[in-house]
């Protein structure tokens, strides 16, 4: 079993609609969970960020952690064709701890 | 607002040459980083440096990789002979020592190995 799952997609929706991204995990250890966005050939740009389990909210992204199923989700609403990316989560067991990351999901927005 | 900043954006070298990637991370930041991303993968944990030291390093940093903070602004990572296999999205990131742990990327540097 990987230590991170995500679906790679690609994720296409029309403009104005609610996205949920999400990732599984094996590793009970981990406490510190991230979404980023990467454009194509970019560095990954962090999101949210959300220590052990809870919901976060930051403008029109919501970054939920269920640790008891080892499952986090951000949701996106009203999605603009900006949103268009590909989004990492990631995650680690200390706050200076490697991140394990996700393959990722490509997310396309269509006007 | 602070950022990390990578160069060169791009490297072209041939197989069995030494690279030198460059990184100036925020600068009130202590913990330091290399990932890689090979085209289509996934990004891949390489070394984390605090204190002028390793703290914890990969498989894939194996001895032909190595990692200085020779003036206390740059992060460099050396690769002594690249292989093709090296070929890569090489990203710095950095984070507070006693912060959230949020870790912030630079934009890369694309190493092509011919």
């Known amino acids: 079993q990987k230590e991170v799952e995500q679906d790679p997609g690609p994720l296409s929706v029309p403009e104005g609609a609610i996205v949920s991204l999400n990732c599984t995990y094996s590793?009970?250890?981990?406490?510190?969970f991230m979404w980023y966005r990467q454009y194509s050939r970019k560095g990954p740009e962090l999101l949210m960020y959300?220590?052990?389990?809870g919901n976060k909210e930051d403008g029109r992204f919501t970054a939920q952690v269920d640790k008891s199923s080892k499952y986090i989700s951000l949701f996106i609403r009203d999605s603009q064709p900006s949103d268009s990316a590909t989004y990492l989560c990631?995650?680690?067991?200390?706050?200076?701890?490697?991140?394990?990351f996700g393959t990722g999901t490509r997310l396309q927005v269509f006007p | 607002e602070p950022e990390v900043t990578q160069t060169p954006s791009h490297q072209v070298t041939q197989m069995g040459q030494e690279v030198i990637l460059r990184c100036v991370p925020i600068?009130?930041?202590?913990?330091f980083y290399w990932y890689r991303q090979i085209l289509g993968q996934k990004v891949e944990f390489l070394v984390s440096?605090?204190?002028?030291?390793?703290?914890?390093k990969s498989e894939i940093f194996d001895d032909q990789f190595s990692v200085e903070r020779p003036d206390g602004s740059n992060f460099t990572l050396k690769i002594r002979s690249t292989k093709l296999e090296d070929s890569a999205m090489y990203f710095c990131?950095?984070?507070?020592?006693?912060?959230?742990?949020?870790?912030?990327f630079g934009e890369g540097s694309r190493l092509t190995v011919l």
């Open positions: 990131a950095s984070s507070e020592r006693d912060g959230t742990g949020e870790l912030f």
């Open positions: 590793n009970s250890a981990f406490q510190y």
């Open positions: 959300t220590y052990s389990s």
């Open positions: 990631a995650m680690s067991r200390g706050n200076t701890d490697k991140l394990i």
């Open positions: 600068s009130n930041h202590l913990y």
């Open positions: 440096f605090y204190n002028n030291e390793i703290s914890e």
